[in-house]
Nanobody, 121 residues
Framework: QVQLVESGGGLVQPGGSLRLSCVAS????????MGWHRQAPGKEREMVAI???????HYADSVKGRFTISRDNAENTVYLQMNRLTPEDTAVYSC???????????????WGQGTQVTVSS
């Protein structure tokens, strides 16, 4: 089976920074796209940032210039560096990964359980 585990969430003051990590483990041949998404209370889940295997990045307008997504293909890990955090960034952050279990299989989208990020003074 495949498992995605996030870490790095917590409580931070406005203007502060956090770095989230998400490690994929299990039956993995290759990982295509990876991403971070968030869901605030009472709101729908939204894409924060996604990154292709080759490193192409895409960000939500609300985080451009403040957040940076990166990945380590050798470690099956995706990161989200979050700077200049505001209370509006408070949410549960979840990662996803499109995983191929063999060279001939199609990708399957897996999700982690999420990690809470709270921005408050």
């Amino acid at each position: 089976q495949v498992q995605l585990v996030e870490s790095g969430g917590g409580l931070v003051q406005p203007g502060g920074s956090l770095r989230l990590s998400c490690v994929a483990s299990g039956s993995i041949y290759s990982i295509a796209g990876m991403g971070w998404h968030r869901q605030a209370p009472g709101k729908e889940r939204e894409m924060v940032a996604i990154i292709s295997r080759g490193g192409s990045e895409h960000y939500a307008d609300s985080v451009k210039g403040r957040f940076t997504i990166s990945r380590d293909n050798a470690e099956n890990t995706v990161y989200l560096q979050m700077n200049r955090l505001t209370p509006e960034d408070t949410a549960v952050y979840s990662c996803n990964a499109v995983i191929l279990k063999s060279w001939s299989s199609r990708g399957i989208d897996y999700w982690g359980q999420g990690t809470q990020v709270t921005v408050s003074s």
